[in-house]
């Protein structure tokens, strides 16, 4: 058995919460195959994270974070392409991010601000899940559109997970050999934080995904909503009455 590489101790360290977070993903995942409500949403909450990342990619380009700026691995405007689909070419207009995204993105700056290699965990977690899940999500998309009838959504190609020519098993061996590459390099301290920043990056990811809700769930919500009122009101009748 070969030796154990730092992006190994990283995926090691935070297997218990991914495993929530496959969890989380999955009791979303029958809604948004055939949903565009719920796709769109996905896209949505994750759009602004890896914008910031790959803004600081490029304003610290001259730091280890610059250092993971993989050429083909870019998806902001990948997502944006999406959006405007999806949401229509004004989406932007009335567009602003819920309060868990907006507490993910302070978090991020405030990590590039003080500690910039803390974001290392979150560019290796969040682009290799888009790698490895995204491709399994697209093919399953693919099969479920068959499905629907005819329609622009059934022809539409989701641009997010599509990487055109660009070999996504080399994006991701140069993405992992990146970052073990810097963590040679790194003290056992800033290792140590970057494995307990692996396990944030989950929990941050966890509540944003929890904030994405398909429509029968919401009528789901008012529906249970209705039956708490009716019975308060049936109670107080009885109580009163």
């Known amino acids: 058995m070969g030796k154990e590489t ?3 101790k ?3 360290a935070t297997r218990e919460i991914h495993a929530i977070s496959d969890a989380l993903v999955n009791a ?6 055939s949903d565009n409500h719920v796709w769109a949403e996905g896209l949505l909450v994750f759009y602004e994270i890896f914008r910031c990342l790959e803004e600081a990619m490029v304003s610290l380009k001259d730091t280890h974070v610059g250092e993971l700026h993989i050429e083909g691995m870019q998806r902001t405007e ?3 392409k999406d959006l405007s689909f999806y949401l229509g070419p004004d989406w932007m207009k009335t567009y602003k991010p819920r309060d868990s995204v907006t507490e993910y993105l302070i978090h991020l700056k405030k990590l590039q601000s ?26 399953k998309r693919a099969v479920v559109k068959k499905f629907i009838p005819f329609s622009s ?8 997970t599509h990487f055109g020519a660009v070999s996504i098993s080399k994006l991701k061996r140069d993405l992992v050999e990146a970052v073990n590459r810097i963590a040679e390099g790194l003290d056992d301290e800033t290792k140590e934080k970057l494995i307990k920043e692996s396990k944030t ?8 995904i929890r904030s994405i809700e398909s429509a029968q769930e919401v009528i789901l919500k008012k529906l249970l909503t209705i039956i708490i009122v009716l019975s308060l009101v049936v109670i107080l009748y009885y109580i009163i009455f």
């Open 28 to 33: 979303k995942l029958a809604f948004a195959l």
């Open 6 to 8: 730092f992006t190994m």
């Open 153 to 160: 959504e059934q022809t539409y190609q989701d641009a997010v």
């Open 78 to 80: 990948a997502f944006e």
């Open 201 to 208: 990056v989950f929990l941050m990811n966890n509540k944003v």
């Open 114 to 139: 003080s500690d910039p290699n803390q974001l290392i965990a979150y560019i290796y977690h969040l682009y290799m899940g888009l790698l490895s899940g995204g491709q399994i999500l697209r093919k």
């Open 10 to 12: 990283m995926r090691r």
